[in-house]
């Protein structure tokens, strides 16, 4: 059991640097070597102990509920064929009954907003948010490292990494007041700061754990940074009552909202299995030799 049941998945977002490819598919259901992304995020919370899944889509988003379903059709038909592996395959998309839940955002007002929306089905207790985008290899989930440690330091908790200062106005970043190890205590956060005015380099990344004091900050939010209204500026409100922390997660995170993460996270992962990483390894290494050699 774990202090932390549920967990929001903001997945509303259209997709547009991955089109023409996300004109019929949502860019979660992109597949991540054999897996789609919104997977990743789902087993990363599932390790963590989460119990409650909530996804915050738009129109369009049907193929992720789909993917959640039960396929009867496909199962009898592997049955019958005697497809272990493929049945096997098909088990981590299997989700208990009642623990998904789907809430329509029909206007893209930013990240804030699509939090808000889950208030109802959250309630009065602590939860987690997940990215997808940010996916993270790590020989720990980055949310379970976060539940752990917020365990002990409660308050809104965020995932953070160093990011070179040149880069700050892509993120939220935090104002430390003070580190213990991989906890960084805040005493504020900026919403994409320009270089010149960011007060670190420790960078906000999408993973959360939110007391439920976040919604009554929601409520009264107004536009932040691109006339959204940011997740990061309610955070930074709670600063001096319910307080917040940065964590600084082991693991490698890629940014999958963008098409170079993307690509460098399906080769990262596709070398992570045994079957993939002998042949790919190779083709990567004469590639390269390539590219050096007109280069």
Known sequence: MTHIRKAVFPVAGMGTRFLPATKSIPKEMLPLVDRPLIQYA????????IE??????????????????????????????????ALAALERTRMREGALSFIRQNNPLGLGHAVRLTQRLVGDEPFAVLLPDDVIRAPQGALAQMVAAHADNRGHMVATMDVPLAKTSSYGVLDVAREEGRLAHAAGLVEKPRPEKAPSTKAVIGRYIL???????LANLGPGAGGELQLTDAINADVDTTGVTGYRFEGERFDC????????????FALDRPELQEELGTFLRQRTSRIRQVA
């Open 42 to 49: 789902v087993d990363e919370a599932r390790a963590a102990g």
């Open 52 to 85: 409650e899944f909530i996804f915050v889509t738009a129109a369009g988003k049907g193929a992720l509920e789909d993917y959640f379903d039960t396929a009867a059709a496909l199962e009898q038909r592997l049955v019958s064929g005697g497809k272990t592996d």
């Open 211 to 217: 007391e439920a004091s976040i919604f009554d900050r």
């Open 257 to 268: 909202g963008s098409v170079q993460g993307f690509v460098q996270a399906t080769a990262a």
